[in-house]
């Protein structure tokens, strides 16, 4: 039986097979795994410290060999994107015969033999320019967060390994959703003259989704325990809604006790980069220890709106059909520039939280900075009232760094409310070495707000000879569409 994420992330359609790319990926295989083991061995190692439990801590890495079996492409679409970069979108398919041991305090030696890895990958290449190489950036995303599997040898065949496994899984997984899920897409400059502002592709808009109800489902999920005290009381079970749209955080409904006809109408914004991005919404029943699964439903931003808005999903548990539905609504809402669309949609969304537009804010480069080079620590970091903070890498010196005028390349979001627009906060660009404060610069909302096209890209002075390129740009949460006759192309 087919496996419903999988179905979903793999695109149906008639994409060319793109043998050549197969070829070169081969050729390159050797070195792609060198520097995947690297990186994994750098990202994912620290990260084991900080976020697995008890003897887990001590997890790391003995042997990291990605064997010789090369992930293949297929299913290849090439578009254009709006701002005129060429789009590739195929999947992504990789059964390796991997070479891994993890080795920890007080644990026998792990081995992993095989990973699959599955998802749909985008590959954004622009700007286009008149001199080689022609392409100044690629960028690098998953469509949707990828499904990854790993069979553990050794010990996790005679002993229970699943935390071990859904721990390792969950960290290599939140690295890729991190660095390479939309959201967020990997970029690898081209050409190094390459303009940052030129490159990015701003979000689509909202999918504002209403959970409304459950009907149909009993008793599959319950535990053992579970079981029993329903069999004696007829408990039923204690629902909630968990919904994932691509990397973006997670929501989660209330709690209805005591029923298998749960009714919810929660409403909750998503963020979105692609019409075909994943819904996933997962019926948990809630239970003391730990909670357990209901049903997983699954559809798309792009189906959701095919569906004129509003779809009862099946439900599956392991792969296999489960009784019971899950009813969803949902809204299409584009990003729009100019101050009327915001203030409208700051109006219709002051009363119950949602969102009514999106701040972006791209922090390219910085120039001028004063100091020995081989002692400058730089970043910029970027704050929107008392609640919103981000911060670019922190650069060091190496050989081909201009460390004094260093590039940063990133972007950071926040989701605008209607009290947040109200509010008349101030964007405060700060540039940082170390921990020290070289300068900073406060750019008002409303001079955002009423700049054209609602954005304000410059080269921000801050003080002290120095200047941070940045741009900040607000959008509004347009009017609603559910159909598919409007839908924004990308």
Known sequence: MSNPIIDKLTAKGSGEQAKFLNDIIVQLWPNITAMTSQMTKEIVEPMFKTMLPGPLKSLHFTKLNLGDIPLKLSNVLTTKSDTGAIKLDMNVDWDGDCDIELDADLIPTLGVESVKLHGRLSILLGPLTNVIPLIGAAQ???VNPPVLKL???GAANVADFSAVDGAVRGIILSVLNGMFTLPNRFLVKLDANADYFATYLYPLGVIRITVEKATGFAHEAKSGAKKLFSKLTRASPDCYVKVDVGAEPTFKTATKSNTTSPVWNE?????????DQCIKLSVEDEDVGSDDAVGLAVTTVREALLAAGRQELSLTKDNQPVAGTLTIASEFHPFEAGDASFSASAESAADDGRLCGLATILVASA???KGQREQLRPSVKVSLGAKHHFQTAIKEDAPGTDISNPAFDQNFRVPVTADMASSGQAFRIALLDGEKE???VEVPWADVVRAPGMT????????GGATVRASIK???V???STGGASLPRR
Do not use: N, P, Q, R
């Open 140 to 142: 690098i995303a998953f």
């Open 151 to 153: 069979d553990f040898t």
């Open 474 to 476: 607000v959008a509004g």
């Open 367 to 369: 120039y001028g900075i």
């Open 267 to 275: 409403t909750h914004d998503f963020v979105v980069s692609d019409l």
């Open 478 to 480: 347009g009017v609603a």
């Open 456 to 463: 304000v890209g410059s080269k921000f002075d801050v003080g």
């Open 438 to 440: 070289v300068g900073a």
